[in-house]
Structure formats: C-alpha cells, structure tokens
C-alpha cells in the first residue's frame, strides 16, 4: 500500500501519469483520447529540432541557467570569475543560492512586463526577462545581508524582503506593469522563514537556501555520485512547506499534486495525481552546480519530462492527444480541472515514450539523453550558448 509520503517522488509522478496513459489508450479516460501512431513523428519533429539548435546533440538541461545564458552571454561564468570565487563549496553555495531565488520568482509576469538590461543593452521579457531580472537582483546583492559578500542569498534578508524591493529589481512601473509582485515576495518570506527553521537542510552556521548544497553532497554514496530523483526529495523535503496549501493529506503538504477519478486506489493516497513540475525543474538546476563542481550525478532519466503547456501542447498540435469534447480547447480551466489534470499527466508519460523513440532513432541511450531533455514546441526565443565555451562574458559593474 503506498503512503502519503510516497507521492513527494519523481517515481510517484512516472507511475501514476503512466497508469493514465495506459487507461486512456485503452479508452477509458473521460477527456482525452490518445492516437500513439503519431508519435513517430512527434520523435522526428523533437530530434529536427534539436539538431537545429544543438548540431553536436550536446544538449543542455531544462534548466534555469539557460535564462541566465539569455543573448548568449554567460552571466554566472563572469560574475564568478569577477568575484575570484574558486573554492568548490563557495562556488556550489552560490549557485544554489542564486538558483532557488530565481526558480521561485518565475511565475507568469504578464504580457506587458518587460526588462531592460542596462549591462548590454537588451530588453527580454517572460521567463528569460525574469532569469536575467532575478540575476541582477543577486549580483547587486539584494539578497544578503553582508555587503562584503554580496553573493549570496540569507535567510533573515529574504524573510524580511518587500515587493517594493522587487518592483524595483524588476523595473515595475504603471508602463511596465508586473503580475503577482506581491505573491513573489510572500514566497521568498516565506523561503526565510523555513531556511531558518531547517538547520539540518540549509546549515547552522549561515542560514541560506546554498546550504542545500551541502546537504546533497551528504546524500553521496561511497563512490562519492549522487542521485538526481534524491535530490528531488530533499527538494521536497526542504521547501515544500513554503507553497501556500492545496492539499494536505496526513499532514504533509503535498504542493503541486491534483485530484483525477480514475486514479482510484485502495490506500491513503486514492486519487492523487503529483506533478512536481516546478521542484523538477529547481532539481534539473541544481544538478549542473553539482557537475561544474565535479560531481557526478546518476539516474537523470529517474526525474520526469516536466508537465507544463509548452509540451502538453506538442502533443496536442501533432494529434497525439485528441480531446473528447472538440470544443474543450476554446474554454478556459483551472488547475485543478480533471481535463488539465489528466493533460499533464498524459504529457508526462507520452515524453517518456517519445524520449525512447528519440534515443532509438539517434542510437543513444538515456544517460545522453533523458526526457528532462526532450524538446517542446517550438518558439521564439533566442538561442543558449553553445556548449563549447564560446558565450560572451559578462562583467558586473565595477
């Protein structure tokens, strides 16, 4: 019987959206109906795509670093070479700093909400907008309180954080207008709060969200590697408290996890369906400190492709995924609606099958390619840096 812990896990996710796909390719699901002789061609469409954007297939992470890569300049790189950072801990400390923050301030910031880099020049918007935005704040040490070390982001600063301060960092005014500030700084209160706590996850001598990175080097086996679907759970683990509750089962918060009628089971955790998304791709963000520092991290494939629209809308634009009602594409939904609920799910496990197409048309197996790799639609943005070092540098103000 599984319990309700055991739904804060990458392999919960796997499981339950694969129960899904098996029950709506047997017909039996009440809002999508599922055609898989189209998958091929949703495999040839993602390797298409990425050889347009990585020749080598040298691909990176679905990751937050890729924002901060935005217009091709290695933002990270440069601050760290700046700052003489050369100690693996204060590096990884660092990052994982910088990387929580941000996760946790890339909401939907509206259509309207532009940012302007003064560094270079350039104006972006959406999540890389908010990356970039969300970089500045941490290099001009927003987040610390120590302005002789700048870089970093401390429990007792963010617990007193106000959206004043993020309207600022992120150049709100009545012509640049920003969705949910307020909630922003509600939740990075709220990260205060639990770092501060948590002595045992994020260190007792310097309370910040970096201590992280200590606490997964701990989770190393005796060959000194470390498992991506681990750190998801510490993950869950460390922040879950701080989502505002949705639902809450045997007192454990189980944050981004929905209803669905079909997943009926016989144990506590009867129709629950994880997702995980954003804690997925904060772990898909903490696993690349954890490499530049030369550490190696096994079973990427154990985490899931992440359930959000840009891939759930591939499979419904190559008519893999077909709604029952033709017009339930022109309604709006919330969330917690079945017919999202079971579109997610499907999107989760149809990337696995399609990640194993891919693979076997590339001849590659899943430590070169994991579903967290695959592509979704694709769209405008500009293209990461390429693997080979060639970025621009960026330099912080002197």
């Known amino acids: 019987m599984a319990s309700i812990p055991s739904l804060l896990s990458a392999s919960a996710v796997r499981e339950r959206a694969n129960r899904l796909l098996d029950l709506g390719i047997a017909g039996k699901l009440d809002h999508f109906a599922i055609d898989l002789d189209r998958l091929p061609a949703v495999a040839d469409y993602v390797i298409d795509t990425t050889r347009q954007n990585y020749p080598d297939l040298d691909i990176p992470f679905h990751a937050r670093w890729r924002h901060f890569e935005a217009g091709q300049i290695d933002r990270f790189g440069g601050l760290v070479d ?8 204060v590096f990884g400390r660092a990052a994982y700093d910088l990387a929580i923050v941000s996760v946790l301030l890339d909401a939907g910031a509206g259509p309207d909400w532009r940012y302007h880099e003064a560094m270079t020049g350039e104006t972006f918007s959406r999540s890389e907008g908010l990356g970039v935005a969300s970089f500045a704040m941490f290099a001009s040490g927003l987040f610390s309180q120590d302005p002789a070390d700048p870089l970093r982001a401390d429990a ?137 520092t030369g ?29 029952k009602d033709a017009s339930a594409l022109g309604r709006s939904w919330k969330a917690e609606d079945e017919f999202i609920v079971e579109w997610r799910a499907l999107t989760v496990a149809l990337l696995d099958r399609t990640a194993a197409l891919v693979r076997e048309k590339l001849g590659m197996d899943a430590e070169r390619i994991a579903a967290g790799q695959s ?24």
Do not use: C
């Open 156 to 292: 007792a600063a963010l617990a007193v954080l106000e959206a004043s301060d993020l309207a600022e960092g992120f150049q709100v005014t009545s012509d640049n207008p920003m969705v949910g500030l307020e909630g922003r700084a509600k939740l990075l209160n709220a990260l205060g709060r639990v770092v501060a706590d948590r002595d045992d996850l994020f260190g007792s001598d310097e309370a910040r969200p970096g201590g992280l990175f200590d606490a997964v080097l701990a989770t190393a086996d005796e060959d000194g590697k470390v498992s991506a679907p681990k750190i998801l759970e510490l993950v869950l683990e460390a922040l879950g408290p701080i989502w505002p509750s949705r639902i809450l089962r045997d007192g454990v918060t189980l944050g981004d996890t929905f209803e669905h009628r079909k997943l009926a089971t016989d144990d506590a955790t009867s129709g629950l369906m994880p997702f995980h998304k954003l804690s997925q791709w904060l772990t898909y963000s903490l696993i690349e400190p954890l490499l530049w």
């Open 82 to 89: 700046a700052a003489g950072i050369t100690d693996p801990l």
């Open 375 to 398: 592509a979704g639609r694709r769209h405008l943005g500009r293209r990461p840096p390429d693997r080979q070092g060639k970025a621009r540098r960026w330099r912080p103000a002197a």
């Open 295 to 323: 550490v190696e991290v096994t079973d990427l494939d154990g985490l899931t492709g992440l359930p959000e629209y840009r891939n759930g809308g591939l499979f419904l634009d190559m008519g893999v995924l077909v709604p």
